[in-house]
């Protein structure tokens, strides 16, 4: 089962002086269990693609198939789509309003028709994965740290038991350890729930090291979509259009330029470590300890 | 003569902490005091003039608080701040003090209020009452310093997140500050407009002397700082030059911050026997010291 986009195209203000396309003929399958990263400047049709997976953006033209069913059908119940898969806003802990977080993360699945005690069981759930200590539920979500808002943010997003999870850059603004709890947590969800992730984010250090699948948006288009190594292997390609690979990429990149003979397209700093204990040692045991791990 | 033309002042700090305290104190509806969080806690901290500061600290160590008394958006509780010689809790002196040291946000669409850029950039000069021929001339110099002067005609909605950031700096460095604060610059923006964002500071650093406070969460942008502080419960916990800071990593990762890829790379070689130096920071320091070892030069 999966999410099929064919052919979908987005335009603003159609028919007007400010008329702009920000979908060209989109064609994507996200099958279920993938996790998945997109990356592209700022403009370039990442937030616009993401709201439609959940149908709160409608497609100009072209056609969004969820598990088969054609979204835009009259019959299709597009609540019960935006139950399945859950959006995680950019900033999503702006949007936290209620006087306790217990209350704020059962919001979601109390609209969604489940009783106050349903709810209740949900949130605790959610909020126990997300590692929030119990001793806070009871509190104000204002009174959270930056780091621990916005996990209340996406345990009220979970709470709804959402088969796909789509963030948009959820780390922007976090300290480094913040940023790595947030990628963990979303990265074992994926790993223990068989939930399919799609993360927007502008880290491409981020990127390398958590999804197994990249989807590289430009004006509107998907212009590379692979696995890391595949996708970063165009890091020339990637400056042109405002991104970029990670650092250890291009610092292999060099090394093999200057005649080390050396496997140039490692994308995460373990990668990059085997490769150049390879290299220098002239054994590959790294590489299998790696494997191993 | 400073960057602006103006005569040297002597004043080896433009910013000077001794034991300022910051706390945040709430109230309840009758105004009775609830609870009072400390933010700075007795911060003593100098920043010589012309010098690119880099603020580490892990969200709610302090680091933006710190910034604000810096702009004289908050004022001390205990203790005393000195921006460019003048007391930031005299009444007085709030204007001058933001004149000296100005401010750039996270956010840039929370900063940008004209529908041009120059005429964007031109109000700050406007609101201090700087004559229009000067006004100009500022706008120019400024565009010119971002980078920004081809778009100086153009809507700044129309700008990607690094252009509309760099606008920003632009309207700030018409106010001719001596120093500029740049708070988390680059947190909303992708890989090359934090690029252009970071390099545009180093510009102001290096060629009109402008001292840069950069607070940043990617320690990749921190590397080519004169000094470094971390700030860790409202205190500073950590101060040196980047090749000391960075060295400590075990120290870091407990003030939940990090260190650069390269240098955690570079240490993962060594722990496996590989003749690495210490302290390594940038990726042309590494690409060396593993052709060095792999007697490649």
Redesign the interface.
Known sequence: MSIILDKVNYIYSPDTAYQIQALRDINLEIKDGQFIGII????SGKSTLIQHLNGLMRATSGAIYFHGLDIYDEDFELRELRNRVGLVFQYPEHQLFETTIFDDVCFGPQNQGLTKEEAGLRAFEALRSVGLPEELYYQSPFDL???QKRRVAIAGVLAMKPEVLILD?PT????????DEILDLIARMHRERGMTVILVS?S??DVAKYVDRIVVMNQGQVLYDGVPREVFRHYREL?KI???A???T??MH??AA???KVDAEATT?EE??AC??E???GVSS?RRDIHRE | MDAWGRGTVICMSIIRARQLVHEYIRRDEEGNVESISTALDHVDLDVKQGDFIAILGHNGSGKSTLAKHINALLTPSEGTLYVDGMDTSAEENIFPVRQAAGMVFQNPDNQIIASVVEEDVGFGPENIGVPTEEIWRRVEESLAAVGMTKYRHHSPNKLSGGQKQRVAIAGVVAMQPKCIVLDEPTAMLDPNGRADVIRTAHELNREKGVTIILITHYMEEVVDADKVFVMDSGKVVMQGTPRQIFSQVGKLKEYRLDVPQVTILADLLRQSGINIPIGVLTRQELVEAVLRAAQIS
């Open positions: 592209g400047h700022t403009g740290s930056g780091g850059e922007a603004g976090l300290d480094p350890a913040g940023r502008h491409m250090e400056e405002g991104l970029a990670p650092q250890v291009y610092l060099e090394l200057a005649g080390l700093v990059a470590r150049l204990m290299a220098l040692t790294a």
